[in-house]
């Protein structure tokens, strides 16, 4: 008995020391990271732009470029040209140029779905030449572009995206995904500029980054950001802007008769940091007047947000989801087609004074 | 394991008194020497080197000579042996009592050879060569008693007795070992530790057939539940709070002449993890300190295997801003992971090693040798890496905050399996590691008690004094698993909160 045991440890201890020749190993110093992953198309190829950080004091951080007909060679043109084996787990941010984006980027998304070590990254796409983008980032730390999208999405006016609510948006129906953009001022500097909204897998529609900010207000959890509008009141005017703290959204469908209502209620909490002269917030009709300016505006730019979406035939709110749970035998098509460009809408909002005195 | 008779030292079987007068003047020490009293020859005979010469001197040879002097008087040995003053006088023919009786330093007075006449007196001196006080230097505590055991047995009997103050405390004696002939002591409480307990004891104490037993932890290997074990089964402590505490909890102590530390069984694997310093502080810095400890055991077992198994095979885990000091301080480092941390755990385990070795004062300076100028110089020299050298002495350090030793020890020594396993199959090896030494821990048994109890089997009764260290109120009840006659220790009163100013 007492053998038999031992000879069956043996013989697991043996398989163990046989079997990890075959685990590939990568061990961290010996691979190739990378953190930017840039797409483009170019002559009917598709070509890789990758930037191998700088972590080692010998190495430079290095742009490297490769062309290839589909995706899944792109890898081995790449590797061609690195001096160690090539690893995807680091990516951090992958960046898609317009010209790809709007020929349909679903085969290069299957094959990041389908490699487990890929985990969160930022999907992003460059309104400006890709190759400047990924030169200029190269200045930067490593990580310049994920913490340049990651501050905008967390304090800024762009809806948290990332590759899991991709995959929710891309293979999930009653919803279009939406990439933050990003483009290059003329100094040369990266920024943030907008939002590129998809059909299917092609760009379709671009947003401004105000625009992208009132998105966020009716898509999104988080509500920070600042807003800005042309305030008319008490016979002055002016530009007018605030941060959004907090604050919670909901939306439902309202049917009356023929008459399909998409209803979308707001409420919002903000801080005032700056207040024109001529506005007493101590006085009830001053403050009345401002918080019903400033629903107001934010009401109305939302419906044309919406009815803009509506012409452009995108959806990037999910509206198709919340009107699969009061339809039977919703289908995606006839949604899109036959119902939802005559939709009506309606957004309310409510403002709530948080802090508009001294301090944070 | 044991069946076999120990052949290889026969018993010796001496069958006259002067077959054992003569074996025992084979040594020099034996000292043999002649009166005269009421006209025929006394003699005395011990081995000088276990009997108390003051004792002999001052008492002994002169109530001898009081007799010797006047020659006139009738013969009378009875009244010659009444009269001795001393405390154990045995009279004796039996030649196997005389023979055991002379090797633990009695003295034998014969008149003329016969056999008849023997006394045996006690003059040993139990003390030679024994350190009378013990501050439990190696179970160290900041506050609470420093009292530890020595390695008379009569002594921690004593000191024991002397804190615990109650007829319950049982001490049984048995002797174990052919040649050495030790006393062992069994300790409980009457009526509330189990009978079950004791008796497995005893039984397992009374079939040890062993030559010399140099400690307690020799015959806690013995009678052992598993010997192919790393894990300490039975709770082995010098420490008297520690062993009272264990008894009045309802377990069985084993003390050892010859040896400072007591053993306690049934223990638990908790047990080990319990210092008796929570008991000395407020429940709450107490119980911090004690999920502290445990929190630091499984640092020391896994932070060593879990930086190997991320840096061969889980780089994608690795946060984005620990990749750069990371891949930098690996980047000269010309040996894969595993290499590199066992070489460091080496080093650390040589330094741990010499430091126990040499004495105190050079240990001290081999410390901060080893700790700051090898560990520098390793890193300068590019063999290991920074991060590695502040997880490698940050899991020994971790590992030093065990209470008990044992169990440091088996910490010591499970890092190697996990780093290994984790060198041949990354975040997988960890967890088939786990798994062999869980299925392991849950087989193991302490005199028929689960080991791992509360744990498993689960008892949500027996949580109160684990993890965490209850107030007094909370733990006057012993522990279910050991399944005492008695359960309640005290009756806690409920503390009626009374303001002063009401009062007047």
């Known amino acids: ?360 | 394991m044991f069946k076999k008779n120990n052949n290889q030292n026969p018993r010796v079987n001496h069958q006259t008194l002067t077959e054992v007068i003569t074996s025992a003047k084979k040594s020099n020490d034996f000292t043999e020497i002649k009166k005269i009293v009421f006209g025929s020859s006394l003699s005395i005979s011990y081995f000088n080197t276990l009997i108390d010469h003051n004792t002999m001197q001052k008492i002994l040879l002169p109530y001898i000579d009081k007799y010797e002097n006047n020659l006139e008087k009738k013969l009378d040995k009875d009244k010659f042996y009444r009269n001795l003053p001393l405390e154990e006088v045995v009279k004796t023919s039996d030649v196997k009592e005389i023979e055991d009786k002379i090797h633990n330093g009695y003295a034998l007075l014969k008149f003329e050879d016969k056999i008849e006449d023997c006394i045996l007196l006690n003059i040993s001196n139990q003390l030679i060569g024994l350190r009378q006080f013990n501050e439990s230097e190696n179970e160290f505590s900041v506050t609470g008693p420093k009292l530890g055991f020595v390695e008379n047995l009569d002594t921690n009997i004593s000191l024991l007795r002397r804190k615990i103050k109650s007829p319950l405390l049982i001490t049984e004696e048995i002797v174990i070992g052919t040649m050495s002939k030790t006393r062992v002591m069994i300790v409980y409480l009457d009526g509330i530790t189990n009978k079950k307990h004791i008796e497995t004891v005893k039984k397992r104490l009374k079939g040890i057939d062993f030559d010399i037993v140099w400690d307690t932890t020799v015959l806690e290997q013995i009678i052992s539940d598993n010997s192919n074990t790393p894990f300490p089964i039975y709770l082995s402590s010098e420490r008297l709070d520690r062993i009272t505490y264990t008894i009045s909890s309802g377990q069985v102590a084993i003390f050892c002449d010859g040896s400072p530390y007591a053993i306690s069984g049934p223990s638990t694997i908790l047990d080990f993890f319990i210092s008796s310093e929570d008991y000395y502080y407020n429940w709450i810095i107490g119980s911090l300190f004690r999920l502290i400890r445990i929190l630091g055991i499984f640092f020391s077992i896994f932070s060593s295997s879990f930086y190997v198994a991320v840096v061969t095979f889980h780089y994608e885990m690795i946060p984005i801003d620990l990749l750069g000091p990371l891949i930098s301080s690996r980047a000269n480092v010309p040996f894969p992971p595993l290499l590199e941390v066992i070489f460091l755990e080496v080093t650390i385990e040589l330094l741990r090693e010499a430091g126990a070795r040499l004495p105190t004062k050079i240990g001290q300076t081999l410390g901060i040798v080893g700790g700051i100028v090898i560990g520098q110089a390793a890193v300068a020299a590019s063999l290991t890496s920074n991060v590695l050298l502040i997880i490698i002495a940050l899991s020994a350090l971790a590992s030093f905050t065990t209470p008990t030793i044992t169990m440091s020890n088996t910490i010591r020594l499970l890092r190697f399996p996990f780093i290994i396993l984790s060198a041949i199959l990354g975040g997988l090896g960890i967890i088939l590691g786990i798994t062999i030494m869980l299925s392991h821990l849950f087989r193991l048994k302490s005199f028929g008690t689960p080991y791992m109890v509360p744990l498993h089997p689960f008892r949500v009764n027996s949580f109160k004094d684990s993890f965490i260290r209850p107030p007094y109120s909370m733990i006057n009840e012993r522990a279910e698993y050991l399944k005492t006659d008695k359960n309640l220790r005290y009756k806690p009163k409920k503390n009626k909160k009374k303001s002063d100013i009401n009062e007047e």
């Open chain 1, 1 to 360: 008995m007492r053998s038999n045991t031992s000879v069956k440890m043996f013989c697991v201890l043996l398989s163990l020391l046989l079997l990890s020749g075959c685990i590939p190993r990568s061990i961290v110093d010996e691979v190739s990271l990378m953190h930017n992953v840039g797409f483009d198309r170019e002559k009917g190829m598709i070509k890789a732009s990758v930037i191998f950080p700088n972590y080692t004091e010998i190495n430079k951080p290095t742009l490297i470029t490769a062309y290839a007909k589909n995706t899944s060679s792109l890898k081995g043109k790449l590797a061609a040209k690195i001096q160690s084996h090539l690893e995807m787990g680091q990516v951090r941010v992958m960046l898609l140029s317009e010209k790809l984006s709007k020929s349909g980027i679903s085969q290069l998304l299957d094959s990041v779905c389908k490699d487990p070590k890929i985990g969160v990254i930022r999907i992003a796409v460059s309104r400006g030449s890709l190759d400047k983008i990924l030169e200029t980032s190269l200045k930067e730390s490593p990580v310049y572009l994920k913490n340049l999208i990651d501050n905008s999405i967390e304090n800024g006016g762009i809806p948290n995206i990332d590759l899991h609510t991709m995959f929710d948006q891309h293979y999930g129906s009653g919803i279009d995904m939406y990439f933050p953009t990003l483009n290059l001022d003329p100094k040369g500097k990266i920024f943030v500029d907008g939002i590129a909204i998809f059909k299917k897998d092609k760009f379709q529609y671009m947003i401004s980054d105000k625009e992208a900010l009132l998105l966020k207000f009716m898509s999104d959890r988080n509500k920070n950001g600042k807003y800005e509008f042309n305030l008319n009141m008490n016979g002055h005017k002016t530009n007018f802007g605030f941060e959004t703290l907090y604050g919670n959204h909901n939306k439902h469908i309202i049917r009356n008769k023929n008459i399909e209502k998409v209803k979308l209620n707001l409420v919002l909490n903000i801080r005032i940091e700056e207040l024109p002269e001529w506005i007493d917030l101590q006085n009830k009709s001053d403050f009345n007047s401002l918080r019903n300016n400033i629903q107001y505006s934010i009401s109305r730019e939302a419906e044309q947000l919406l009815e803009s979406f509506q012409k452009n035939k995108v959806d990037p709110l999910g509206i198709g989801r919340i009107y699969r749970i009061k339809q039977k035998g919703w289908t995606e098509n006839n949604f899109y087609q036959n119902i939802y460009p005559k939709l009506n809408f309606e957004v309310q909002t409510k403002i709530i004074f948080r802090q508009v005195g001294v301090g944070k």
